[in-house]
């Protein structure tokens, strides 16, 4: 059941704020919807976005700027949190990198974590919910999101074209088992044996992609971003579309950095990318 916190006009339409309790995760779960103006309450084609490091359910609703052309499209707009709150497994606040907020969209398997983290389970709960209790078209319902959350949504998409038949990422983690962010977690969520790692890393998974997502990939990248070349690799994810002929618009912008001026620059863009394919 969802548990309404607050709702404030946006646009013509009307943003929310949600809890639930997550079965997947086994604590409740806060996300936030931005649906639009929809006097016929017809079945919309859904967005979820995938946050980064450190963020929440709000951080992507109140930076990005997304809800003008969200209404403008038709879209509603799914955000939810970066990982449990309250799960008490000792050292999670510890660093800003991993633990809370930091859930990398994975199902943890060593003890301690595997109680509770659980964020790969939990967008597909999620996913499901919001077919069930908004008006979400379930046969169109697309994804992206930023760093973490970009690795996020590539995983997701590319393990799930059916949930997720729409997938674009701004900075993304592309591929985490060279990044120093992506050892750490999946170290510490999933132990030492880094063959278990590849179903959580896109270029891995790009590489042995089947069947291409037919309308293509959008990923933007800064020049000017600080974690570009020690965290985030586009050239690897780049070099394993080639090969598995999936067509991608990989857009490097000079000066743009990691934070939120440059996801608000080029929102428009997504939005525009998944509602032409949502709505085809
Ligand atoms: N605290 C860190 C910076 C953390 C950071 O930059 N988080 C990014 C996502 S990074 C990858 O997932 C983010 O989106 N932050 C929220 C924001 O509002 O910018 C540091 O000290 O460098």
């Given at each position: 059941m969802l548990e309404l916190l607050s709702e404030h006009a946006c646009f013509g339409g009307v943003q929310r704020f949600y809890r639930h309790d997550s079965q997947a995760i086994g604590l409740p779960m806060r996300f936030s919807v931005f649906i639009p103006a929809n006097p016929d309450n017809a079945r919309l084609p859904g967005l979820f976005y995938l946050a980064g490091l450190t963020c929440n359910e709000e951080t992507f609703m109140i930076k990005a700027g997304a809800q003008r052309f969200a209404a403008e499209a038709g879209l509603i707009l799914v955000a939810p949190d970066t990982s449990p709150r309250g799960a008490n497994v000792e050292g999670e606040a510890d660093s800003w990198d991993f633990g809370v907020g930091a859930g990398f969209y994975l199902d943890a398997t060593k003890p301690d974590w595997s109680k509770h983290y659980r964020m790969q389970s939990y967008i597909h709960e999620l996913r499901e919910l919001v077919i069930a209790e908004l008006p979400v078209d379930g046969a169109r319902v697309g994804i992206f999101g930023h760093s973490m959350g970009g690795h996020g949504a590539l995983t997701l998409a590319l393990k799930n074209p059916q949930a997720f038949k729409s997938v674009s990422a701004f900075a993304?983690?592309?591929a985490p088992i060279k990044s120093p962010w992506g050892k750490k977690a999946f170290t510490g969520y999933l132990g030492d044996n880094q063959e278990t790692w590849e179903q959580y890393d896109a270029s891995v998974l790009m590489a042995r992609?089947?069947?291409?997502?037919?309308a293509g990939i959008l990923i933007d990248q800064g020049l000017g971003d600080k974690f570009l070349d020690e965290q985030l690799y586009p050239d690897v994810f780049e070099a394993a579309c080639r090969s598995a002929a999936q067509p991608l618009e990989l857009r490097r912008h000079a000066l743009?950095?990691?934070?939120y001026y440059f996801i608000s620059t080029f929102i428009e863009d997504h939005i525009r990318f998944h509602a032409k394919n949502l709505t085809a």
């Open positions: 993304p983690i592309a992609l089947q069947t291409p997502f037919p743009y950095d990691h934070g």
